[in-house]
């Protein structure tokens, strides 16, 4: 038997699974998140092994959904004092680097940056050639400021890397032990944003390191050191441990994708919205063939305008431990506030003090808690019927206006409600075809990152009055292939999932972007 654990970190809870290679779910826990997010994590994975009884000889994969990388933004805590090299001088010296960063983070970053000349049109043809003696200043200006990381951006170097690479080999030559990210392996179109990607990228790079250390001392501890350990993605796809110890940005918001992608194992649609209920927040997004539609637009990451991939969501601060509060003209409102994991300390129904989304929904019947420290005559007794029905349609009104905001035609859509907190919801939703509930719907979120496939994603411009558009999307293909390869994937199973061709009008010559994903089976 060749089995996955799949182990995905919520704000609220760290949830693991085990699922065999038919994708039959063999056992599934939850243990509350830790502040560290790897104590969590490893509770996790002790719990589901314990109670599974499976032998780990069988175990053949380990794959982390985890918030290491989005904490570390956010807390502003562990990050990398980062170089920053910017190929593009004249053209780009009218805006620094990290112009628009929140102080915090950029004080955090403690960046140094150089700007010398180089950079490409989009044609691919170069601006002006890269001066390699300002590249070898520059290396000494890092050395001489302990630079922990390089971060290097060249104008349309996803176009043509070439500046990007040849200031790698030279800064590798005179800091041959500092992490060095160049922009073309990271965004899209876009300097700023691509820029700022490959900045957050360097600065965590020691993050997750220490992350894949953590863990893999926790799987040398549980005899799991033949497992391969894997990270899910942005885009609800995996790597390797080693491609996104290289890649953390790929991380962030992995979470959200995972509980979408699981959406899907679990049902087997492939184009609905989703749901996610959990104890904090209730992300909405939607599946397209089976995998997260992505955000058509620039992405905040800790504050931070990025052109990551990402997917589509709608975030409300609404979910199983929303606290629930009376306003003096009446209204009742949920949320933002949370009482978290406390939820089984502080909510009414467990002999605490506050009123929580979960006791609306205790005391209105619209629940079952199978938790012998749960008692919904608490909530009955202590939550006023009105009360009760105000919250209980705030929370619904709220789910069926982002359910309108995140459809793209008035048609209704499949609804699949996932996470912990959706068993509140009713069975019908304005705006929904139709609600399905799957079993194990609570521990989606980690079947969608033990299940997940081998992903990767190019977007290259090109012009076609230069390049014929076969050739263009041909290279485009074998790039993201190469990619796939990297990041685990068996060569002979890697398929095209998505090619898009977008026009670029405001630049001559027929210019076009071109976006390809493929995904392969691990290579196990």
């Known amino acids: 038997m060749k089995l996955r654990i799949g182990i995905d970190v919520g704000s609220t809870h760290t949830d693991a699974v085990i699922i065999d290679e038919n994708s039959k779910l063999i056992a599934a826990t939850k243990v509350p998140t830790t502040p560290d997010v790897t104590t969590g994590i490893i509770n996790a994975l002790e719990k589901v092994i314990e109670i599974s009884k499976i032998n780990v000889d069988d175990v053949i994969a380990v794959m982390f959904g985890t918030t290491h990388v989005l904490n570390a933004i956010i807390q502003r805590k562990g990050l990398c ?6 190929i593009g001088k004249p053209a780009t010296e009218a805006i620094e680097p990290m112009i628009d960063w929140p102080y915090d983070l950029k004080n955090a970053i403690n960046p140094i940056y150089v700007i010398v000349q180089g950079g490409h049109e989009y044609s691919g043809e170069e601006i002006m050639p890269l001066n390699e003696d300002e590249i070898k200043k520059a290396a000494n200006i890092f050395k ?14 996803i176009v043509n890397p070439e500046h990007e690479i040849r200031a790698y080999e030279i800064l590798s030559k005179y800091l ?37 250390n953590s863990l893999r001392k926790a799987l040398e501890k549980l005899k799991l ?15 390797l441990a080693e491609f996104i110890e290289k890649y953390p940005i790929f991380t962030v918001v992995a979470p959200i994708s995972n509980s979408i992608r699981g959406a899907y194992v679990l049902t087997g649609i492939e184009n609905a919205i989703v749901i996610d209920m959990g104890g904090t927040t209730t992300n909405i997004g939607v599946l397209t063939k089976g995998y997260p539609r992505e955000a ?10 990025t052109n990551i991939r990402a997917p589509d969501i709608i975030a ?11 306003l003096p003209n009446g209204e009742v409102i949920v949320g933002p506030e949370s009482v978290g ?5 502080e909510g009414i129904a467990w002999g605490g003090n506050t009123i929580t989304a979960t006791d609306i929904a205790l005391a209105l019947d619209k629940m079952i808690i199978e938790d012998p420290k749960c008692n919904p005559k608490l909530a009955k007794e202590k939550i006023s019927k009105e009360l009760a029905e105000k919250a209980y349609n705030y929370i619904v009104r709220s789910i069926e206006e982002a359910i309108d905001k995140i459809k793209t035609s008035p048609e209704p859509m499949k609804v699949i409600l996932v996470g912990g907190g959706s068993a509140m919801l009713p069975k019908n939703l304005k705006g929904a075809s139709e609600v399905y509930r799957p079993e194990a719907a609570q521990y989606a979120n980690a079947v ?14 090109y012009s076609y009055e230069i390049t014929s558009r076969d050739k263009a999307i041909n290279e485009v293909i074998q790039e993201a292939k190469r990619k796939a390869i990297e990041a685990g994937a068996q060569e002979s199973t890697i398929e095209v999932v998505d090619i898009e061709e977008i026009a670029m009008p405001y630049l001559p010559g027929n210019a076009v972007k071109i976006r390809v994903k493929v995904v392969g089976k691990l290579k196990l």
């Open 176 to 212: 041959p032990n500092i992490p060095i990210v160049m922009s073309h392996t990271i965004g899209s179109i876009g300097l700023v944003e691509r820029e700022n990607a490959t900045i957050l990228n360097a600065a965590t790079i020691y993050v997750i390191r220490r992350a894949v």
């Open 225 to 239: 050191t033949h497992a391969k350990m894997y990270f899910a993605q942005n885009d609800g796809t995996t790597a």
């Open 448 to 461: 969608g990152a033990a299940t997940a496939l081998i992903g990767a994603f190019v977007e290259k411009a």
């Open 296 to 305: 058509g637009v620039e992405v905040y990451i800790g504050g931070v305008r």
């Open 341 to 345: 994991y406390k939820l089984v300390e």
């Open 144 to 157: 001489e400021h302990n630079v922990e990381a390089i971060a290097i951006t060249s104008v349309f170097s």
């Open 81 to 86: 004092k980062v170089g920053i090299l910017r």
């Open 316 to 326: 409300l601060g609404i979910a199983g431990g929303s606290i629930v509060k009376q």
